[in-house]
C-alpha cells in the first residue's frame, strides 16, 4: 500500500516561504510512470492542482502559482517539497500530496487522476 504523509510547519507569516514535504511509503517516487503533485483547498473552496514532479524529475506548476512555487525531490529519502514564496493570507489552505498516473495532453488541458493522497496538513498564513 502506497502512503504519503505531509509535514511542515502550520503557521507561515506573510511574505516568507511556505515549505512543505511529502515522505511516500510503500512506492519509489522514481518508479515509472507516476507523478506526484501538490494540491490545496483554502476553507469553502474546492481544491486546486499547484503543480507536480515526475517520475523522471520534470517539474510542471499551476500558471496562476508557477512564478512563486518550486517542487523538488530527495529520491535517496523517498520525498518531495513544495516551496511557495511570498504567502499571503490567501495561501492559508489544507495542502494534500498526492500520486497520480503520468498524464497525457489533449489540446490545451492535461488530463490525470490521483489514487492516493496524504492526509493533508493545515497551513495557515498570519502575523
Known amino acids: 500500500q502506497v502512503q504519503l504523509q505531509e509535514s511542515g510547519p502550520g503557521l507561515v507569516k506573510p511574505s516568507q516561504t511556505l515549505s512543505l514535504t511529502c515522505t511516500v511509503s510503500?512506492?519509489?517516487?522514481?518508479?515509472?510512470?507516476?507523478?506526484w503533485s501538490w494540491i490545496r483547498q483554502p476553507p469553502g473552496k474546492g481544491l486546486e492542482w499547484m503543480g507536480v514532479?515526475?517520475?523522471?524529475?520534470?517539474?510542471y506548476y499551476s500558471p496562476s502559482l508557477k512564478s512563486r512555487t518550486s517542487i523538488s525531490r530527495d529520491t535517496s529519502k523517498n520525498q518531495f517539497s513544495l516551496q511557495l514564496s511570498s504567502v499571503t493570507p490567501e495561501d492559508t489552505a489544507v495542502y494534500y500530496c498526492?500520486?497520480?498516473?503520468?498524464?497525457?495532453?489533449?489540446?490545451?488541458?492535461?488530463?490525470?487522476?490521483?489514487?492516493?493522497w496524504g492526509q493533508g496538513t493545515q497551513v495557515t498564513v498570519s502575523s
Open positions: 514532479i515526475a517520475y523522471d524529475g520534470s517539474t
Open positions: 498526492a500520486r497520480s498516473l503520468s498524464g497525457y495532453y489533449s489540446g490545451s488541458y492535461y488530463y490525470t487522476w490521483y489514487a492516493y
Open positions: 510503500g512506492g519509489s517516487i522514481t518508479t515509472s510512470y507516476y507523478a
